[in-house]
């Protein structure tokens, strides 16, 4: 539903350019530990607020999202905890079937994953292309992985002088512009392997709060926060 302040935030977002937003979704777990909950309590809160999120900031104009939910180094936690994560993906991915709006794209290595789930994901892809929002949903991601699975495709092209935009062009977010603005919640200070090539020149938000707890009003902060920077590229203030 769009109110006059949501009116305001898009007007914030559309002057101040921010295309592509990027959530690290973390403090599942530490959310449901101070609820003495189970951590698969806490991906499930998680799951649900990544909808309500991922809504929010298509209301107020953000054409492209990315979300952070599962790293190639998950796969180390117990098999109850990442047994519970899948379930969550799946469950989401029957429900996107729904969707009429957004391109969904599934970034990383989906070998490991079920061939069902997999071949479920693969079908989305394919059947939503051309709608109007861009949703990245990172799964078994890595951003080292990534830019060594893009030098090996270019590789085997028979590439030989490979330049920035040869990679650019063959990393998982082809389609997308090079995210705006990276959020990271759950108060740890670092990147944690996401998005390493595209984010050069993203600005950075770190939220204190844990990844349920985060609200549309949060969302607000963030984008005036981002409408407030000066991004120099490298380069001068032009003024
Ligand atoms: C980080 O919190 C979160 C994850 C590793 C998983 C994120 C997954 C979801 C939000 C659910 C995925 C489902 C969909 C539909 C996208 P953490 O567990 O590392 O938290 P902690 O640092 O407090 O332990």
Request: include cysteine; aromatic fraction near 10%; hydrophobic fraction near 40%.
């Amino acid at each position: 539903m769009m109110n006059q302040s949501n009116e305001t935030i898009s007007a914030l977002v559309e002057n101040a350019g921010l295309r592509h937003i990027a959530f690290i979704m973390d403090g599942n777990g530490r959310w449901a530990n101070a609820r003495m909950m189970p951590r698969e309590a806490g991906h499930k809160a998680g799951a649900d607020n990544f909808k309500k999120i991922v809504r929010y900031c298509r209301n107020i104009g953000i054409r492209y999202c990315t979300v952070y939910a599962f790293s190639t180094e998950n796969w180390n936690r117990p098999k109850r905890e990442v047994d519970a994560i899948m379930r969550l993906l799946d469950a989401f991915a029957k429900e996107a079937d729904e969707e009429k709006e957004i391109e969904f794209h599934f970034i990383g290595d989906k070998s490991p994953l079920e061939p069902s789930m997999r071949e479920h994901l693969e079908r989305l892809e394919k059947d939503t292309v051309g709608r109007p929002y861009v949703l990245n949903i990172a799964l078994n991601y890595g951003g080292r992985a990534e830019i060594v699975h893009a030098v090996n495709a270019l590789l085997a092209e028979g590439k030989t002088d490979i330049t920035e935009a040869d990679i650019s062009a063959r990393i998982y977010t082809s389609h997308c512009p090079d995210p705006d603005l990276v959020v990271r919640t759950g108060k740890e200070l670092r990147i944690s392997n996401f998005l390493l090539w595209q984010s050069a020149y993203a600005e950075y938000y770190f939220s204190d709060k844990m990844w349920p707890e985060l609200t549309s009003d949060d969302v607000d902060d963030m984008v005036k926060s981002f409408a407030g920077r000066k991004r120099r590229w490298g380069g001068l203030d032009k003024a």
